[in-house]
């Protein structure tokens, strides 16, 4: 389809794994955003792209989160040494470019046990 | 204080009634403002940009008021369907392009 892909849907894992969480925005979109939402919160900025580089990383809660996006489309989100209070739905969002409205993919859900 | 400050509700009205919704925001800066409707367990989905001027689209209405700090959604008519999570959504502005979320303002419409 041409909207915002996320891939994998649901993420269940152990404490201490490492995941990858990967989105592929619409094509043609420059801006990049991840978002992290837990339940009855709205969705909390981590990181995002403007082409290939990171524009603005200040969201990211620690140095075991971690973005890239290599060709200026795909993105893979990394958590290293998985934590239970990493549990949330993983949101990725694209936009033409910074400051116009986004479109947001269907979400990870990520459970960390 | 909070960024972007929304009341949780929920909002509890029947079918036909207005229902309005106000969102707070910190930076007098802030540039672009947005109204993000998410239903339960999907992902946000723009319902409508906020101009300066206020502008509407059919049912909804959305105003900015730059003295007071705040943003509103007006609802006309309630229907069922529009039962969701409302989510105001400020681009902080001073250069930065980073969207901050309020919590969201459920929505509950009633037969």
């Known amino acids: 389809g041409a909207g915002v892909s996320q891939t994998p849907s649901n993420k269940v894992t152990e404490k201490g794994k490492y995941v990858e969480l990967r989105c592929d925005p619409i094509?043609?979109?420059?801006?990049l955003y991840w978002y992290r939402q837990s339940l009855g919160q709205g969705p909390e900025f981590l990181i995002y792209f403007q082409g290939t580089g990171a524009a603005d990383d200040s969201g990211l809660p620690n140095d075991r989160f971690f973005a890239v996006r290599p060709e200026g489309s795909v993105s893979t989100l990394k958590i290293q040494r998985t934590e239970r209070g990493d549990s949330a739905v993983y949101l990725c969002?694209?936009?033409?470019?910074?400051?116009?409205?986004?479109?947001f993919g269907d979400g990870t859900r990520l459970s960390i046990l | 204080r909070k960024e972007v400050e929304q009341d949780p509700g929920p909002f509890n009205v029947p079918e036909g009634a207005t229902v309005a919704f106000n969102c707070t925001y910190s930076?007098?800066?802030?540039?672009?403002f947005f109204w993000y409707r998410q239903d339960c367990r999907k992902e946000p989905k723009l319902l409508m940009s906020v101009y300066s001027s206020g502008n509407e689209d059919g049912r909804f209405t959305a105003q900015l008021n730059r003295a007071s700090q705040y943003i509103s959604l007006l609802i006309r008519d309630s229907k069922l369907s529009d039962s969701a999570t409302y989510l105001c959504?400020?681009?902080?502005?001073?250069?930065?392009?980073?969207?901050?979320f309020g919590r969201g303002t459920s929505l509950i419409v009633h037969p």
């Open positions: 930076n007098s800066a802030s540039q672009s």
């Open positions: 959504v400020v681009n902080l502005g001073g250069g930065s392009y980073i969207p901050t």
């Open positions: 969002a694209s936009s033409p470019t910074s400051g116009q409205p986004q479109h």
């Open positions: 094509s043609g979109h420059t801006a």
